[in-house]
């Protein structure tokens, strides 16, 4: 099927054409204007979505030479994300299917990320362990098939990519933090200071990173200007070690109880390069197989959500036209208790 993917939970707009799992365009446009409030300003990114999602859906259409009427099945994520920029993908691609009277399904965007790896890894086969890093989330899926997961461990407070763009708000370097306190870590001593892991008990597969982020914030008030610059490396080195440290351990962990020899990573913070370089030594060390989407299939795109949708539409299960935003939906066995199998579109007028 020819499969037109739209996505903007947050702050990128995103509109991709993938034919029989192969990305024929994949635009993204990131919304730069949050960088001066240093964190996403839900109203600004509904409106910017609103201005943009014409332009790079035609983009995208442009890119893969396949013109609208072509397009043979929708798919758009309904959640989880902020309400006023899931409903603008929402409302655009139900506009595009009633129009062309064509099927839509509406998404999960972790199950999206999780996705992204069958587009580049087509050997990839479930069962696997799945570590979904980004900035509202980090869970550890147990994807036993495509569809059928299950929740091992998540966040209790602040997820990891919130956390990286929490430390570097206090560091003010800049927004979003992630890539910034990667570059910045590459020059800094990772044993500078020895920053809290925590690991919530020894059988918990739950993280929270909201104590290491206080930890950073204390540390950093009690320095002088002067110090503060002069180690801001040595400190975002700390910090990001302390995160990888806890992911790598109960990424481990969940392996194990899992009783299954393949990790793979999803989502924003999968781009860390310590975090792939750590447990590119860990997998080989412990035997296990690794596997993560290339960096601009980690970050929010469109193309994990189309070849996500075309698994549904292609079983026959779409979406009713009279879905809604889910800000909070999960990925487990809710996830899809939207979907209307086989039933045809109705019309909502
Ligand atoms: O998956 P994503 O694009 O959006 C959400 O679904 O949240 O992830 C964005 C997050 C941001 O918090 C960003 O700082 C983080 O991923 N990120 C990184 C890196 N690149 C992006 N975190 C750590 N290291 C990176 N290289
Ligand atoms: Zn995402």
């Known amino acids: 099927m020819l499969i037109l993917g739209i996505e903007t939970s947050c702050d990128e707009t995103s509109a991709s054409v993938v034919k029989s799992g192969k990305i024929l365009s994949n635009i993204v446009y990131s919304q730069l204007i949050h960088s001066k409030f240093g964190g996403v ?25 396949t013109p609208l009427k072509k397009v043979e099945g929708i798919a758009v994520t309904y959640g989880p994300g902020l309400v006023g920029c899931l409903l603008i993908g929402l409302s655009c691609s139900k506009a595009v299917a009633y129009a062309l009277r064509i099927p839509f399904v509406g998404v999960n965007h972790i199950e999206a990320h999780i996705f992204a790896n069958f587009l580049e890894h087509p050997g990839l ?41 929490k430390v570097a708000k206090l560091l003010d370097i800049g927004y979003p933090g992630g890539p910034l306190v990667d570059k910045m870590a590459k020059k800094g001593n990772k044993d500078f200071v020895k920053f809290p892991r925590a690991y919530l008990g020894k059988e918990s597969l739950d993280f929270s990173f909201s104590g290491l982020k206080t930890a950073v914030a204390i540390y950093v008030s009690k320095l002088s200007k002067t110090k503060l610059v002069r180690n801001k490396k040595n400190i975002a080195a700390s910090f990001q070690e302390a995160v990888v440290d806890v992911l790598i351990d109960k990424s481990i962990r969940a392996l194990n109880l899992a009783g299954t020899d393949k990790l793979v990573l999803a989502g ?46 292609s079983k026959g299960i779409k979406s009713d036209l009279s879905l809604s935003a889910i800000p909070y939906a999960k990925i487990g066995s809710m996830a899809y208790s939207h979907l209307a199998p086989k039933v045809g579109i109705t019309s909502p007028l």
Do not use: W
Not at 268 to 290: H, Q, T
Not at 295 to 305: G, I, K, R, S
């Open 41 to 65: 300003v839900p109203e600004i990114a509904s409106r910017q979505h609103l201005k943009t999602i014409l332009p790079v859906l035609e983009e995208a259409l442009s890119q893969a030479g």
């Open 125 to 165: 086969k479930p069962p696997f362990v799945c570590l979904v890093i980004s900035g509202g989330h980090s869970i550890l899926v147990y994807v036993k098939d495509k569809g059928d997961y299950q929740i091992m461990g998540q966040t209790r407070d602040d997820a990891a990519g919130e956390a990286f763009d």
């Open 268 to 313: 924003g913070v999968a781009r860390n390069s310590r975090l792939r370089e750590k447990l590119e030594i860990k997998a080989k060390d412990l035997k296990f197989d690794l596997c993560y989407p290339s960096p601009e299939l980690c970050t929010d795109n469109a193309a994990m959500v189309a070849v996500c949708g075309d698994f549904y539409l």
